[in-house]
């Protein structure tokens, strides 16, 4: 059975940090490419990071940049998401994606929550 479990979400101040995780199983994580994504409520979702399967490279979302970090542990099944300088704007459910190389096989967190506020 294929599962994505996001964790490490929660709530925080503005100007704060945040580590998400999220573990893969039921597939051969280190053959898929992982992004981030996230969805605030009355908007589209979001393309936050994604990172390729050896981590060589890195892209981020515009909003983002310069303040999410995205990296992966092949041996522990993990892909992270450091998130630095949270704005408001930043509140949203994050859910992680799986992309299988040369194939339309994808797959997906069920998401967590992340909410900046005073």
């Known amino acids: 059975q294929v599962q994505l479990v996001e964790s490490g979400g929660g709530w925080v101040q503005p100007g704060g940090s945040l580590r998400l995780s999220c573990v893969g199983s039921?597939?051969?994580?280190?053959?898929?490419?992982m992004k981030w994504y996230r969805q605030a409520p009355g908007k589209e979702r979001e393309y936050v990071a994604g990172?390729?399967?050896?981590?060589?490279?890195?892209s981020y979302g515009d909003s983002v940049k310069g303040r999410f970090t995205i990296s992966r542990d092949n041996v522990r099944a993990t892909v992270y998401l450091q998130m630095n300088s949270l704005q408001l704007e930043d509140t949203a459910v994050y859910y992680c994606?799986?992309?299988?190389?040369?194939?339309?096989?994808?797959?997906w967190g069920q998401g967590t929550q992340v909410t900046v506020s005073w």
């Open positions: 994606k799986a992309e299988g190389m040369g194939s339309n096989t994808e797959y």
């Open positions: 039921g597939f051969t994580f280190r053959y898929y490419v």
């Open positions: 990172i390729t399967i050896d981590g060589g490279r890195k």
